[in-house]
């Protein structure tokens, strides 16, 4: 578990946020402002796929999330979309 502290806007009262860890690492895909991730659901990180689509879903982050159909697929996705100039995330099983 991640527990997040963050000050409210504006205000000076901060509140703490308690996560997993996937849930944290889905907060920092939305901080690094991705533009294009690419999933296969596969463990050890479909939990840290489902969390951002989580996010996606509830309007709190703005990203290009696209299925594939392998790992393998997966990384042709984003070597494409980083090739035209975004921003990418994709994890792995160990390909």
């Not at 963050?6 to 690094?32: F, N, Y």
């Not at 509830?58 to 980083?82: L, P, R, T, W």
């Amino acid at each position: 578990m991640v527990v997040e502290v963050k000050p409210r806007e504006h205000s000076d009262v901060e509140t703490e946020q308690l996560a997993t860890g996937c849930e944290a690492i889905a907060e920092a895909i939305r901080l690094a402002d991705v533009d294009v991730m690419a999933a296969y659901p596969i463990r050890p990180y479909d939990g840290v796929m489902q969390a951002a689509a989580k996010l996606i879903a509830n309007g709190k982050m703005d990203v290009e999330y696209i299925v594939a159909d392998g790992e393998h697929s997966q990384f042709e996705i984003v070597k494409h979309a980083c090739a035209v100039g975004s921003r990418v995330f994709v994890g792995s099983s160990g390909v």
